[in-house]
Each structure stands twice: as structure tokens, then as C-alpha cells.
């Protein structure tokens, strides 16, 4: 099988790496030069949870290198790259060629439109990396990778695509990948923006009871808007209910009754067992670039703008990171106390 991965950060150099590693037939699509020449005199050096390896897929600088149509394109771009990376490979499909959509957030709607719905597979990546530099990326905790199609068909090629990923991570397929999407986006919509926020790792952020509310906040908000757009959430981790993750009228108080510590217990479990994952708009707001925020919180908000849905809290967090990318606002703890 001929392979594409488009993204080289954190991301996409792992399911590289690893593949490569595994002798698949990779090319890595990198925009930046030095990556390039980096990575094909040193390799993909990936270092963490798993057993540290170095491998060195095939690495061209634009879409138009591919060399040979592919079986499978993983595209890992940031969410505001990927249409145009989608509108790129065009001319490099074929019939049958897989589009696998890697984004934080829902993009898969929006890359179906470009490639079509036939070859748009979603998938939701449920492990964690930090991009450390050029060519070198770090695996902070395990997981697993989920994958459908979007007209919820269980279909062969799923589970030619699960014995790829598998080679890296576990992976589950599902029959209902709106709503794996969907859970995922607002877990992102918590962790990822908040990370942003405050500038802290994820054990950090959850162990503040502000955030642990916050978190609460955003699940609330975003699970009446799943409800409208008639979606139904997924179990996280196929543990965890995000529906007891919302608060109920008599909790919006902060009144800390029993089932409402059974909630901060569960958040400080998350943050515990993800303790050293690195919000990925916190590495872009290191590296001088704009995050993600309009594919998540803002996904949210644009929808429940459109369904008449009060999402208060998002917006606030949607204002702070936009403050915080043009310079107005430092990332910093007390960023938790501007949301009300």
C-alpha cells in the first residue's frame, strides 16, 4: 500500500515514524525546508510513552511531489490547512483512495465536500504528542485511534485502515463517528483551548478547581448543542458518560454536593492520567502562530448562534485566546478568574 501523511508536526510525524518504521511505502509531506533536509539526514525521532524510535519515510516539501496516487492520505494539517491541503491532493486520488481526516475538531464535512463523501474517513486520535522540534516529536500519554465512515457503515476498508493504525495504537472502529467527533471536540474545547488559556500542562490545569468548573461549564453548554444538531455522544475512553459531565440546575451554583464532587473526581482522574499532555493552540501560541479556536469553541458557538443557544462560557474562552493571540493578554493562570 502507498501511504501519504501531509503534516509533519506532532500529530502526523508520529503515524510517520511509525509506519515507515514498519516498512509501509510513506511519503511525508513537509512545508518548511529545513524540516525536509532535517528529516532526511537525521530521520523522525520520536521519544515517550512508547519505545523510542527513529525512521525515515520518504519527505517531499509540497502536495505536488507525490510521487504515485496512494492508497490512504492521513491528513494531519492544522484544521484551518486542511481544505486547502484537501482541494491539493486532487489530482493524486484515485477511486478508492482513503482520506483520513485528523483534525481537532469537525472538518470532515467540509473535506467530503472537496474529495467527496465516498473517500472521507473520519477519525479521532485518542493518544497525545508534543511536537519538540524539527523532527522530533514526544508521545505524552497512550490511547487509541477511532475510526467510521460517515454514513456510519461498517465497511471492509475500515478495517484495512484498522490494521495500519493498529501498528501504532489501538484502534476501534464505530458506527456513529459524529458522535466520537463530537465528544472529542469538546474534551478539545476544554483541555486545548484552557491550555491556551492558562499556559499549563493538563495535571496542572485540572488540578485547579476554577478550571475543574469551567470544564463543567463547557460541557454543558456544548452537550445542549449536540442535542440540537441531534447528535449523540460517545463514552470517553468507552468509561466515562460525557453527559454526568454537565452540570444540572442545582449545581450551576457551585454548591459542592455529592454528585458534583463525583464530577471533579472524574476531571482530576482525566488530568491525572494525562498529566503531561501539552495543549496543542498552547504549542502554537509558543511558536508565534494562531491556534485552533475558531474549529473548536468557535465551532460550537457558530452552531448554537444558528440554533438559538445560549453558549456563554465558550464565547468568553473564544474572546481570551484571541486577546492572548494579538498580544493583548499573557498566558496565565489568572485568565481562569475572566471567565464568569
Given at each position: ?5 501531509i503534516?509533519?508536526?506532532a ?5 510517520a515514524a511509525?509506519?515507515a ?11 518548511h525546508?529545513?524540516?525536509v ?5 537525521n530521520g523522525?525521532?520520536v521519544e515517550?510513552k512508547?519505545k523510542s524510535?527513529i525512521?525515515?519515510p520518504?519527505?517531499i516539501?509540497?502536495i505536488?511531489?507525490i510521487s504515485?496516487?496512494p492508497?490512504i492520505i492521513?491528513l494531519?494539517t492544522?484544521?484551518m ?11 493524486f486520488?484515485h477511486d478508492d483512495t482513503?482520506v483520513?481526516?485528523?483534525?481537532n475538531?469537525m472538518?470532515e464535512?467540509?473535506i467530503?465536500?472537496?474529495?467527496g ?6 477519525c479521532?486520535?485518542?493518544w497525545?504528542?508534543?511536537y519538540?522540534g524539527?523532527?522530533?516529536m ?20 475500515l ?8 501498528k501504532i495504537?489501538?484502534?476501534k472502529?464505530?458506527?456513529?463517528i459524529d458522535?466520537?467527533l463530537?465528544t472529542?471536540?469538546?474534551?478539545n474545547s ?6 491556551a488559556v492558562?499556559g499549563?500542562?493538563l495535571?496542572e ?5 476554577v478550571?475543574r468548573h469551567?470544564?463543567m461549564?463547557i460541557?454543558t453548554?456544548?452537550i445542549?448543542v ?6 449523540r455522544?460517545?463514552k470517553?475512553a468507552?468509561k466515562i458518560n460525557?453527559y454526568e ?5 442545582n ?8 454528585s458534583l464532587?463525583?464530577?471533579h ?7 491525572f492520567k494525562y498529566?503531561?499532555?501539552k495543549?496543542?493552540s498552547?504549542q502554537?501560541?509558543?511558536?508565534g ?5 475558531d474549529?473548536?469553541?468557535?465551532f460550537?458557538e457558530?452552531?448554537?448562534r ?5 453558549v456563554?462560557v465558550?464565547?468568553q474562552?473564544i474572546?481570551?485566546?484571541k486577546?492572548?493571540?494579538k498580544?493583548?493578554?499573557t498566558?496565565e ?6 471567565i464568569?
Amino acid at each position: 500500500m502507498r501511504l501519504v501523511v501531509i503534516g509533519a508536526g506532532a500529530v502526523g510525524g508520529v503515524i510517520a515514524a511509525f509506519l515507515a518504521k514498519e516498512q509501509y511505502d510513506v511519503e511525508l509531506v513537509c512545508k518548511h525546508r529545513e524540516s525536509v533536509d532535517f528529516i532526511e539526514n537525521n530521520g523522525l525521532r520520536v521519544e515517550g510513552k512508547k519505545k523510542s524510535i527513529i525512521s525515515y519515510p520518504d519527505v517531499i516539501i509540497d502536495i505536488s511531489q507525490i510521487s504515485e496516487k496512494p492508497d490512504i492520505i492521513f491528513l494531519a494539517t492544522k484544521a484551518m490547512d486542511a481544505i486547502d491541503a484537501a482541494k491539493s491532493v486532487l489530482p493524486f486520488l484515485h477511486d478508492d483512495t482513503m482520506v483520513v481526516s485528523l483534525q481537532n475538531g469537525m472538518m470532515e464535512d467540509q473535506i467530503a465536500h472537496v474529495v467527496g463523501r465516498s473517500r472521507t474517513i473520519g477519525c479521532v486520535v485518542e493518544w497525545g504528542a508534543t511536537y519538540l522540534g524539527v523532527g522530533r516529536m514526544e508521545i505524552t500519554s497512550n490511547g487509541r485511534f477511532i475510526v467510521g465512515e460517515l454514513n456510519k457503515e461498517i465497511t471492509h476498508r475500515l478495517f484495512v485502515l484498522k490494521s495500519v493504525l493498529e501498528k501504532i495504537f489501538p484502534v476501534k472502529i464505530s458506527s456513529n463517528i459524529d458522535g466520537e467527533l463530537f465528544t472529542k471536540l469538546i474534551i478539545n474545547s476544554c483541555i486545548t483551548s484552557l491550555g491556551a488559556v492558562t499556559g499549563l500542562r493538563l495535571g496542572e490545569l485540572l488540578n485547579l478547581r476554577v478550571a475543574r468548573h469551567i470544564f463543567m461549564k463547557i460541557f454543558t453548554e456544548s452537550i445542549h448543542v449536540a442535542d440540537a444538531m441531534g447528535i449523540r455522544l460517545e463514552k470517553i475512553a468507552d468509561k466515562i458518560n460525557p453527559y454526568e459531565l454537565a452540570l444540572s440546575e442545582n449545581e450551576l451554583d457551585r454548591r459542592l454536593d455529592f454528585s458534583l464532587l463525583k464530577k471533579h473526581l472524574v476531571i482530576m482522574a482525566i488530568g491525572f492520567k494525562y498529566r503531561r499532555l501539552k495543549s496543542s493552540s498552547l504549542q502554537s501560541l509558543e511558536r508565534g502562530k494562531p491556534t485552533e479556536i475558531d474549529y473548536l469553541n468557535g465551532f460550537i458557538e457558530e452552531k448554537a448562534r444558528k440554533l438559538n443557544i445560549p453558549v456563554p462560557v465558550n464565547r468568553q474562552i473564544i474572546a481570551l485566546i484571541k486577546d492572548i493571540e494579538k498580544g493583548k493578554l499573557t498566558m496565565e493562570m489568572e485568565n481562569l478568574y475572566r471567565i464568569v
